[in-house]
């Protein structure tokens, strides 16, 4: 939160004329309580982000951020994928992205990523199948994903210029290719 802080009040805080820029500071504690006036307020204690164990001023060369950042647990639910439908399907393309052709080397092996055509979670409900799945390049993933880019049932693409490379072996779902083109009408 930050604060700006006006004069006229009856505080130690309060700077004598004007309004002044007090910084940023997290709530560090709030409770509700009964006013004055019998109104229920909310009061909040505030603690300066300098005196915060979150660093929020630069730390060397205007970079920001923190040297020591905190841990947070947390649960999450997922959709399980079957490793075996991502292999292979890179396997058949050789890690090449059918989009661009371009194969990502890392140090001991290839890269690419499996992409859905129909998304597996809520509220698509996509099959993990082979025929729901591509061998991309993680920009290409991505604006799959986001709908940059769709594939029509013979393979040309809306949004990029060319055609999706499929191997002969590779059977796509036009069903998938259809509702992925439905969740960007163009």
């Known amino acids: 939160m930050r604060v700006i802080r006006g004069s006229g009040l009856k505080s130690e805080y309060a700077p004598k004329v004007g309004y002044r820029y007090d910084g940023l500071y997290f709530v560090e ?3 509700e309580e009964v006013g004055k006036s019998g109104f229920m307020i909310t009061r909040f204690r505030l603690q300066k982000a300098s005196d915060s164990p979150l660093q929020t001023e630069p730390i060397g060369r205007g970079e920001i951020g923190t040297e020591n950042p905190g841990k947070k647990t947390s649960t999450s639910t997922r ?3 079957d490793p075996a439908v991502s292999k292979q399907v890179k396997e058949r393309y050789d890690y090449h992205c059918q989009v661009c052709g371009i194969r ?3 140090i001991d092996n ?3 990523e499996a992409a859905h055509i129909r998304p597996l979670g809520r509220p ?3 099959p993990d199948v082979s025929g729901n799945v591509l061998c991309l390049c993680p920009n ?3 604006l799959l994903d986001f709908g940059s880019f769709t594939i029509n049932d013979d393979l040309t693409l809306n949004g990029l210029e060319g055609s999706l490379w499929v191997d002969p072996s590779h059977e796509l779902r ?3 290719l259809a509702y992925h083109r ?3 009408p163009k």
Do not use: I, Q
């Open 29 to 31: 504690k709030a409770w």
């Open 79 to 81: 959709v399980l994928r």
């Open 104 to 106: 990502l080397e890392a």
């Open 110 to 112: 290839p890269y690419a």
């Open 124 to 126: 698509h409900d996509g």
């Open 140 to 142: 290409h993933h991505k």
């Open 174 to 176: 036009l069903d998938c």
């Open 182 to 184: 439905g969740m960007f």
